[in-house]
């Protein structure tokens, strides 16, 4: 380090000059790996952590699901506003998410386990990864997407305008979409923009199973809402008779 300063070296320049340097290794790093706007990790740093949950998933047990979350009203704010505007609602977004993940794991074995693994991710202008481990099947995965999406949908204030993000996430789940971090991304991606493309979901399983599920819960849903509203519901009251005194002890509501 003394052959690039000038002679007889001065203790206190070399000591500024190292932790200059080393403070400009910590700022590159940080730039490499995690965005700048939100603080959160990049794409490269998201991947190694969704290899690392992968990996661990034996040890922690459940399932490893991975949201693609697209916030489309990002890049419209960006294109028919202003940037500051996007800015605020992308800083918003990831606030939720963080939010989210730290709930998820909260008070569980999970809090403790892969803490250095990133859990929330900036992944594009509109685009955000959100990794979660130890959900115990199809259905948990569900709820959680349904969590976000209600989580997300909350109007964020941007002082002038107030804006209502309606996100779509696509899911891929491990090991059933794959076990590794590109197979599962690329799942994700392409359920994503599924779940775009249709007008009654805002979430999509990159498995065909786990759609067919998903699809038959939200027509039955529908259905009744549906039926609820022309009043074609009809409620009857059936009585539970105890045969050893003959005698009505309770009712059964039927729809």
């Not at 740093?45 to 949201?67: K, P, Q, S, W, Y």
């Not at 990133?118 to 199809?138: K, N, T, W, Y």
């Not at 923009?193 to 039955?220: C, D, G, I, M, W």
Request: aromatic residues 6%; neutral net charge; proline residues 4%.
């Amino acid at each position: 380090a003394t052959d690039f300063l000038s002679k007889p070296v001065d203790e206190s320049e070399l000591v500024l000059r190292l932790r200059n340097t080393l403070a400009f290794q910590q700022y590159h790093t940080r730039m490499t790996n995690f965005d700048a706007l939100t603080g959160l990790p990049n794409q490269p740093l998201f991947h190694r952590g969704i290899d690392e949950m992968v990996t661990r998933r034996a040890i922690v047990g459940g399932v490893v699901a991975l949201f693609s979350v697209h916030v489309p009203e990002c890049q419209q704010l960006r294109e028919s506003m202003d940037q500051a505007s996007a800015d605020r609602l992308v800083k918003a977004v990831a606030r939720r998410l963080q939010r989210f993940a730290i709930s998820v794991h909260t008070g569980s074995a999970l809090a403790t386990s892969n803490e250095r693994a990133p859990r929330v991710a900036r992944l594009g202008h509109a685009q955000f990864g959100l990794l979660i481990e130890g959900l115990r099947d199809a259905e948990a995965v569900e709820l959680a997407a349904q969590r976000v999406i209600a989580l997300l949908s909350e109007p964020v204030d941007l002082g002038l305008h107030e804006v209502g993000p309606k996100p779509w996430i696509g899911i891929s789940v491990a090991p059933a979409d794959g076990d590794n971090a590109e197979i599962l991304r690329k799942g994700a991606d392409l359920a994503a923009t599924q779940a775009s493309q249709r007008a009654t979901v805002q979430y999509e399983f990159a498995s065909p199973e786990l759609n067919a599920q998903s699809l038959e819960k939200l027509t039955l849903g529908l259905q009744l809402r549906k039926a609820a509203g022309r009043g074609e519901l009809r409620l009857h009251y059936q009585p539970k008779v105890n045969m050893r005194h003959n005698r009505v002890y309770g009712m059964e509501a039927l729809l």
